[in-house]
């Protein structure tokens, strides 16, 4: 890294300022930190995972009950950000998470309903099509309707974090690549494109970039190509929000998500994992295709036939997955002045509110008041090949 003059010290300097890095950073900036966040992109971007006008919200979750608790902090920051903001965030649909009576979507949801008395109604194919009626799932469907899911503006709330830090005090920098980092004594060294920072603490939310920053996240934090449609409905009312709660659905092809019409023309749906292309995220098809339509449109014609028209956008995203899908946070086992949030598997922005609370704790006290076992690195690294682990500095394999 040589003996390049440091352009500024900070109590924590935050790489990445995405979904939960822009929540990460206020969190610290609210708390009197003097906090950097750097960006690679414009803030908020479309090369990640935090766009695309809506993302879900759910409490009922079949990944995993134990969510369930953070995602009901995450719904009092995310309405705490609400009235800081002075506009809505936060739009409530309902939400429906339906396959066979034997699907893990369907038993998780109502799991986690059960275990943590959530409102919730069991209904079958039949029973969604009546109340919503731009539903048409398989017959042998049964759903779980848990009436607080909904959705997120994720530019906007991208915007309310980061205007929020800014009253605060932060700094923050737009398209400022950082090259490398490395420790400093207790604290770190932290060289971009534009300077080099020196902080007491690192965090690292780089999305689908975590890994060139972090190597032992190499194999562990991996990018995919995801892609989204926005399909123009044949009877526009069956997908307006009062009348469409947000899914997620197993069918026949496979494992789904949507949304009602809102803010852009068009039925919003993608499939999770889509067409399972995976690989470094600045390598990765950019470029909607007619194959990544037509296997979307497939999936509408038989299940949401009223909602499958022209199309209105298609438009690409990325996830960063773990082997076992679930997120990735902790602190470094060899550098505690650093920690890192990711890869968030494709359910993560809903989290960015108390993840950045979550954050904000790890960097100040190197603990955090909420339960983060299931997220802990250690449940992965017993999988990884020694070949695998990489014997460089975290500077050398992060150039």
Same mark, same amino acid.
């Given at each position: ?25 206020? %969190? ?5 930190? #003097? ?21 879900? @919200? ?33 739009? &409530? ?7 066979? !009576? ?12 059960? *275990?943590?008395?959530?409102? %919730? ?9 009546? #109340? +919503? ?38 700094? @923050? $920098?737009?398209? *400022? ?49 995801? &892609? ?45 994992? %889509? ?5 470094? !995220? ?7 295709? #007619? ?36 997120? @990735? ?5 060899? $550098? !505690? ?9 494709? %359910?993560?922005?809903? +989290? ?43 500077? *050398?394999?992060?150039?």
């Amino acid at each position: 890294m040589g003996s390049r003059e440091a352009s500024g010290r900070y109590d924590v300097i935050v790489v990445g300022v995405g979904g939960m890095g822009s929540a990460t950073t206020y %969190h610290l900036a609210q708390r009197g930190r #003097r906090v950097l966040g750097l960006e690679r992109y414009d803030i908020p971007h479309g090369m990640g995972s935090s766009h695309g006008h809506t993302r879900i @919200i759910r409490l009922a979750y079949y990944e995993d009950p134990s969510y369930v608790s953070l995602l009901r902090r995450a719904y009092e920051l995310w309405r705490d950000l609400e009235r800081r903001a002075d506009q809505r965030l936060l739009h &409530v649909t309902g939400s429906v998470d339906a396959g066979p !009576p034997d699907s893990w979507v369907f038993k998780g949801s109502l799991q986690s309903c059960r *275990e943590h008395d959530l409102p %919730h109604e069991v209904l079958t194919s039949a029973e969604l099509t009546d #109340r +919503f009626p731009g539903y048409a799932l398989p017959g042998d469907t049964l759903g779980v309707f848990q009436p607080d899911g909904g959705f997120l503006l994720p530019e906007r709330c991208i915007a309310s974090h980061v205007t929020a830090a800014h009253d605060e005090g932060a700094e @923050i $920098h737009a398209r *400022e690549r950082v090259l490398e980092w490395e420790p400093s004594g207790d604290g770190v060294t932290v060289v971009s494109d534009r300077g080099v920072y020196r902080a007491d603490r690192l965090v690292i939310t780089a999305g689908a970039w975590e890994a060139t920053l972090l190597p032992l996240l190499r194999g562990l934090a991996v990018a995919e190509r995801q &892609v989204l449609a926005w399909l123009q409905p044949s009877i526009p009312d069956h997908f307006v929000p009062d009348r469409f709660p947000v899914f997620n659905v197993i069918v026949d092809e496979g494992r789904f998500y949507g949304f009602p019409v809102f803010a852009v023309p068009g039925f919003k749906f993608g499939k999770y994992h %889509h067409l399972q292309q995976s690989g470094e !995220p600045d390598e990765l098809d950019r470029e909607p295709r #007619r194959e990544d339509e037509a296997m979307l449109r497939e999936f509408a014609a038989r299940h949401f036939p009223t909602g499958c028209g022209p199309v209105m956008a298609l438009k690409t995203c990325l996830f960063t997955n773990s082997p076992d899908k679930h997120f @990735i946070i902790d602190v470094h086992s060899d $550098h !505690p002045q650093v920690s890192f949030a990711s890869p968030c598997s494709g %359910h993560g922005f809903k +989290f960015a509110s108390v993840v950045g609370e979550v954050m904000a704790d790890l960097a100040e006290h190197g603990d955090t008041r909420h339960d983060i076992s299931l997220f802990r690195l250690h449940r992965l690294l017993a999988r990884r090949h020694p070949d695998d682990r990489g014997t460089a500095s975290p500077v *050398e394999q992060a150039r």
